[in-house]
């Protein structure tokens, strides 16, 4: 099976995983964001989701479709320069990219909104180059 997710990206996410990251990375947006309120179940789910994280990354990478853009590079410019679009322009999102440069990732919501979308934003990108 092809891999759009690193395992070893996982990891180095899960370190900050108590802010929700590592689920946010896997596409569980929900229970990211209820780590991120919560400091991973004040660490309880942080700590379980050390051995949960390689059926997280089979999950992923049956769910998401391999392609030109890569789930792993967008996520690495998401979470540490997302509020400078470089995520968006990455997807060939240029206006978009170029609001965020100039309004600090639109004030911090849009980085919020794409930590909720950027793996259905991939696959999309995804998808659309493989249609005939």
Known sequence: MPKTHNLVVGYVLWLFGF??????????????TIWFFTLGLLLIGWILDLFLMPAMDRTADRHYVL???NYTAAWVLLTFLGVFGLHRMYLEKWITGVIYLLTGGLFLLGVLYDYWTLNRQVDEVNRASTDW
Request: overall charge positive.
């Open 67 to 69: 392609g030109r853009k």
């Open 19 to 32: 802010m929700g990251s590592h689920r946010f990375y896997y596409g569980r947006p929900i229970t990211g």
